[in-house]
């Protein structure tokens, strides 16, 4: 790790400690982190690099605070391509609170949740000229507060109401096995869900969400986000909400056959994995603002994307536990006039604890065709062909704090060119 990180890592570590001190208040165990940042498993008194200190992070815990620090990074290098060779890295250091009021102060349905990263490194898909970026974690150099919200849940979980500053792909379009993988469209969310500039993190921006489980295996949800299309320079902190951009809307039904939709979180881990469960979804995000339509001089009003996602639990060596196969398939859609990417399909295997070894472990294989619009297409210039990604990787938590994940990508059509490329890489995460 370099001094760079060192230095983040201790400033995140004083943040969380002046955080929690202050608030003297804490949060529940469930999963809120999202992508690559999310737990496959639960963490435990022996999962964090520090321990449980002495006992102190397990009674906090039980009163409803929770926190975690963690530290993630792609090590990336273009083995065989047009470009020279190169390797790139893109680091993350994440501190994340959150607190249970029904634990804390029995106020019973209240939670509310506060991230904030360090991150910073080379982004391989601007050198290598892919649509699909090879790491799912890499953008905008950056320290910032991500997102925050206080959440209140009634009636045993089957409505909720979510306010504050918080990003749409973490919730709509997102991968329900993201961590599996390492690549964009199938490691965090469907890649060109920004065409309509929905949200992305960790440059959140201010928003609502209402969901409701009105029958057991079925919900529907609905979000309202400032659709601000420079976040980053309008708000380069974090601290103070920006209202800037179209308010524009997501919204999704999902059917959870096989587990009950208020335990449907975005983003899965082992414990619900267990059995046959699975996870289908429709969505569809719209922006009234103004888009531009390369063949026309005038701007049109309004933009839109739908989004189709399952996944499944295909077969378990014991019909209860998580052993066993999964499998993965979505797909986008937006108007070619107005959208330059405006097609992706992604579908995926994954094989729970293949290997005979005492630690979790899964090996996933991915594939990405990401389609252009050829209304974007220059006069006298050839039409862009399907960029094809294929993806093969193994999680191994060889440590309760540490996971390893070896990866390697090849990509056809590079940029909808003729050009091939072969990514090798690695990531690691460690939990303090």
Not at 324 to 329: A, E, F, K, R
Request: proline residues 6%; contains cysteine; aromatic residues 12%.
């Amino acid at each position: 790790m370099t001094m760079r990180n060192t230095y983040a890592l201790t400033l995140f570590a004083m943040a969380l400690f002046g955080t929690i001190a202050t608030a003297s208040c804490q949060t529940s165990k469930e999963e809120t982190l999202g992508g690559p940042d999310s737990h496959e498993i639960g963490q435990g008194p022996h999962g964090h690099l520090f321990g449980d200190w002495g006992g102190e992070r397990s009674r906090l815990e039980e009163k409803g605070v929770n926190f975690d620090l963690q530290y993630i990074s792609d090590f990336l290098w273009n083995i065989k391509s047009v470009q020279k060779e190169r390797l790139a890295a893109f680091d993350r250091v994440r501190g994340t609170v959150d607190i249970n009021f029904g634990s804390l102060i029995h106020q019973d349905g209240l939670y509310f949740h506060a991230t904030a990263l360090w991150q910073g490194g080379a982004i391989l898909s601007n050198y290598l000229g892919t649509l699909a970026s090879p790491s799912g974690m890499s953008s905008g150099n950056t320290f910032r507060l991500d997102s925050w919200w206080l959440e209140k849940r009634i009636r045993h979980e089957r409505m909720a109401i979510r306010v504050g500053q918080f990003a749409g792909q973490d919730f709509y379009g997102e991968q329900h096995y993201a961590a599996s993988f390492i690549f964009e469209p199938m490691g965090y969310a469907l890649g060109n869900l920004s065409t309509t500039f929905e949200s992305f993190d960790p440059p959140s921006t201010p928003a609502m969400e209402l969901r409701v489980v009105p029958i057991k295996h079925f919900y529907v949800k609905s979000m309202v986000l400032a659709a601000d299309r420079y976040q980053y320079v309008h708000n380069p902190t974090g601290l103070v909400p920006q209202f800037r951009g179209a308010p524009m809307s997501v919204s999704e039904i999902g059917f959870s056959p096989g587990k009950k939709a208020t335990t449907v979180r975005a983003f899965d881990s082992v414990e619900g994995r267990k059995g046959y469960s699975g996870l289908y979804r429709f969505g569809a995000s719209y922006n009234p603002g103004k888009f531009t339509n390369p063949t026309s001089p005038t701007q049109r009003s309004g933009n839109y994307l739908l989004y189709w996602m399952a996944n499944q639990a295909l077969w378990r060596i014991d019909p209860h536990e998580a052993r066993g196969l999964d499998g993965t398939v979505s797909y986008d859609w937006s108007p070619a006039d107005v959208n330059h990417v405006n097609r992706q399909l992604t579908a995926g295997l994954r094989f729970n604890e293949p290997l005979p070894v005492p630690f979790h472990n899964t090996m996933s294989l991915g594939y990405v065709r990401t389609s252009q619009s050829s209304n974007f297409v220059a006069t006298g210039m050839p039409a862009w062909k399907p960029e094809h990604g294929v993806e093969f990787n193994s999680l191994l938590d060889v440590l309760p704090m540490m996971l390893v994940q070896p990866v390697i990508q090849y990509y056809a059509n590079v940029g909808g060119g003729v050009q091939r490329a072969v990514v090798l890489g690695f990531r690691t995460k460690i939990e303090f």
